[in-house]
């Protein structure tokens, strides 16, 4: 059972828009972490958050936003949306960078 | 790019067999990481092992780690119907930047 809660769980938008995904940890989990999943790929990380400030980045554009709220729940934005963008984004935070994460249950998007 | 590569990337064994899956990375890391997950939804954390371990033990599974190859295996041992699923191996790179690297994953197949 996972302490991590995404939502919406599924999401549907028009390419050129914008979205917000959301996720909310365990209490005590400073350090949040955003991913992107294709199907049949391996997440690939977006950008972490600890204690609300960006500390890690991965490969993919300034559209792809963050912020991290300190009651422990953050979000994903995502502007000028394009069909590449259609996966599963999943969330995971930890109490501490060096242990394991707690993945959320993902939120599927699908750009049209 | 992912710096995460498993091996193989598909696995079918009979119940009650081990599986052994196997990880290589390209960078200097300060853990490593095996995530398990079901049909697409969340990762669920198995194991972590740090840079300066060379085996880990946690129930059924074992991992080791030979930082010199650059490479990590996963065992599980008796393997029950319920091991079906992807895993994959998830390298952590800290210093003033994170990253967590996953690789593109094993889908095991355990055959009643």
């Known amino acids: 059972e996972t302490g991590v809660t995404q939502s919406p769980t599924h999401l549907i938008k028009t390419r050129g828009q914008q979205v917000t995904l959301r996720c909310s940890s365990q209490s005590g989990h400073n350090t949040v972490s955003w991913y992107q999943q294709a199907l049949g790929q391996g997440p690939q990380f977006i950008f972490q958050?600890?204690?609300?400030?960006?500390?890690g980045r991965g490969n993919f554009p300034p559209r792809f936003s963050g912020l991290q709220f300190p009651n422990y729940s953050s979000e994903l934005n995502v502007n000028a949306l394009e069909l590449d963008d259609s996966a599963l984004y999943l969330c995971?935070?930890?109490?501490?960078?060096?242990?394991?994460?707690?993945f959320g249950s993902g939120t599927r998007l699908t750009v049209v | 790019s992912q710096q995460g590569e498993e091996d193989p990337q598909a696995l079918s064994i009979q119940e009650g067999e081990n599986a052994t899956m196997n990880c290589s990375y390209k960078?200097?890391?300060?853990?490593l990481q095996w995530y398990r997950q079901n049909s697409g939804r969340g990762l669920v954390h198995l194991i972590l092992i740090r840079s300066n371990e060379r085996e880990k033990h946690s129930g059924r599974l074992r991992v080791t780690l030979d930082t010199s190859k650059k490479s990590s295996s996963l065992l599980i041992t008796a393997s029950r119907a319920a091991d079906t699923a992807s895993y994959f191996c998830a390298t952590f790179q800290g210093n003033r930047d994170d990253k967590i690297i996953f690789g593109k994953g094993t889908r095991l197949h355990i055959l009643p």
């Open positions: 995971a935070s930890s109490p501490d960078r060096s242990y394991g994460y707690t």
């Open positions: 960078t200097s890391i300060n853990n």
């Open positions: 958050y600890y204690r609300e400030e960006e500390n």
